[in-house]
């Protein structure tokens, strides 16, 4: 099998843009390279890692993924609703990848920091997915 985190990737994007819950608060602003001058909140793709995850009948993978939240309102509201959001729209979510079969997908926690430029607000959230081939 060959490794399914780029797909994963456009399919969680894409479910994060459909989101009415999501997209009431970033405005579909969800990256992989953050353009210049982009405007708070919004919501990046993370580090990612592939293992596999071999059975008798196939060849699957786990992919450990992390997406980040980023705010610059005060405090920490605003990136914990985003979190919350974010989290809410992909833990268990099915969706169709034409290159795989997600089993699933399962949300495994957020962290909260507070960036050295004292204005920025970031949360760290994490998923697990389980794949197989199609």
């Known amino acids: 099998m060959s490794d399914p985190s780029l797909d994963l990737q456009g399919a969680i994007v894409a479910a994060l843009k459909a989101d009415p819950a999501v997209t009431a ?3 579909g602003r969800v990256y992989d390279q953050v353009p210049p001058q982009a405007a708070f909140p919004y919501v990046t793709v993370g580090e990612d ?10 060849d699957g993978a786990d992919v450990i993924l992390t997406l ?3 705010s610059r309102a005060v405090g920490y509201p605003e ?7 974010v989290s809410a729209a992909l ?8 290159t795989i079969r997600l089993v699933d997908l399962s949300w495994t926690g957020s962290r ?6 004292g204005n920025t607000r970031h949360a760290v959230i994490g998923f697990r997915a389980l794949t197989e081939p199609t």
């Open 25 to 27: 608060l970033i405005s």
């Open 91 to 98: 833990d268990g979510v099915e969706v169709t990848i034409e």
């Open 112 to 117: 909260f920091l507070r960036d050295p430029d």
């Open 68 to 70: 980040h939240a980023w």
């Open 79 to 85: 990136v914990k609703r985003l979190a919350a959001a």
């Open 49 to 58: 890692q592939t293992l596999p995850a071999w059975a008798d009948c196939y």
